[in-house]
């Protein structure tokens, strides 16, 4: 006779972040079928947990298999394949995915002073209960919107993650010149962009900016449409907008017009994502 499972309370603990209303800046992915995405940008370090289902990543370098229970980190940006697949028995898939934002990575940097550990992998998958009481305390700040108190609960993790080997998070990353273009156009999706806005923004000539470019391999008009089909990637995980308004908020005034370069970039439909 098979024994029930008993719910892991960590999991469970971690999974009624859904339903805090306070906890801005981490994002729950739920899907009801199995769904992957090509080349998707990650800007910054962050962290997910993995509460249902299966995860599957892939980089240039390294592929892992994540399970519940699992804390997958991301220690700086990258570009990575992902499959989500829900669980068979409940249908679902959720993870919870935590950035790691810039007062947290530089409260981490003031505070560590040894010599810095290793670089470490892009990639890594941690155990979620080895740091379950910083967790813990994580979750209890944004419930009672003790944002300082949750900032410096994400500052302990960093540290945490850095006496496993993953230094790379206390290097203050230097921003390519696409990598820069890629923040400006990401905090206005919606604009219309042309090069001579970045010219005046960066101090750039147009031929400069073009060569520089031409160097990373890449252009102003792949850097335009690269982040603003990652901005709507995000907004299609993270809120239950209508496919016509994430159209619009990243520059696209046709949603079948979206929808096609969106299939193209990723591989995946926009529709396919759990809470589109």
């Known amino acids: 006779m098979d024994m029930p499972v008993t719910p892991d309370p960590l999991l469970a603990e971690m999974a009624s972040l859904a339903d805090c209303q306070r906890a801005g800046g981490y994002a ?7 769904h992957g995405a090509q080349s998707v940008d990650i800007p910054q370090p962050q962290f997910a947990i993995l509460l249902q289902g299966r995860k599957q990543v892939r980089t240039a370098h390294q592929t892992l298999q994540l399970v519940p229970g699992d804390l997958f980190l991301i220690t700086r940006r ?22 790691l934002c810039a007062e947290a990575l530089s409260a981490a940097r003031v505070l560590w002073n040894e010599p810095l ?18 967790l813990r305390q994580w979750r209890q700040a944004l419930e009672h919107a003790q944002y300082t108190e949750a900032r410096l609960a994400l500052a302990s993790l960093v540290l945490a993650f850095c006496r496993r080997g993953h230094g790379s998070l206390l290097v203050p990353p230097e921003p390519s010149l696409g990598e820069r273009i890629r923040d400006l156009i990401a905090a206005q ?27 990373e391999q890449s252009s102003v008009r792949e850097l335009i449409a690269d982040a603003r089909l990652a901005h709507a990637m995000n907004l299609l995980y993270t809120t239950q907008l209508p496919l016509k308004t994430v159209a619009a908020r990243v520059g696209y005034r046709s949603p079948g017009s979206f929808s096609k370069r969106f299939a193209a970039r990723y591989g995946l439909e926009p529709t396919a994502i759990g809470n589109s």
């Not at 990258?78 to 950035?99: E, K, M």
């Not at 550990?117 to 941690?126: C, V």
């Open 189 to 215: 999706p919606e604009r219309d962009w042309q090069s001579r806005d970045f010219e005046d923004q960066l101090g750039l000539s147009g031929a400069t900016l073009r060569r520089r470019l031409a160097s």
């Open 28 to 34: 729950c992915i739920t899907a009801r079928r199995e």
């Open 117 to 134: 550990p290793e670089a470490g992998d892009a990639l890594a998958r941690l155990s979620l209960h080895d740091h379950a009481d910083t």
């Open 78 to 99: 990258c570009r990575i394949d992902v499959v989500n697949t829900p669980d068979p028995q409940s249908g679902l898939y959720l993870s919870a995915i935590v950035p």
